[in-house]
């Protein structure tokens, strides 16, 4: 596997993941704001983001309150 790059770009707030060199053949829609890239035998090669800020703010406040709620869960277990 090739040396990942990574790129922001800022006018369109797009975040471009590239695991590969190789040209896109296809892609897939994996989720709201995010695609899959593939190669001509259906290989990941990278990964783009639209909306890329409110997209990493949602996803890493989703894990800091899961994350607290599993704590605060585990405290109320062991009766704190």
Do not use: W, Y
Not at 27 to 39: D, F, K, M, R, W
Not at 59 to 73: F, K, P, S, W, Y
Request: charged content about 30%; proline content about 2%.
């Amino acid at each position: 596997m090739k040396k990942l790059r990574l790129r922001h770009f800022e006018e369109s707030d797009i975040l471009h993941l590239a695991i590969s060199d190789e040209p896109e053949a296809g892609s897939i829609e994996i989720g709201p704001n995010v695609t899959a890239e593939l190669n001509a035998k259906g290989e990941l090669i990278g990964n783009e983001i639209t909306r890329a800020g409110a997209f990493l703010r949602d996803m890493l406040l989703d894990t800091v309150q899961g994350r607290m709620l599993n704590l605060r869960d585990a405290d109320s277990d062991r009766g704190n």
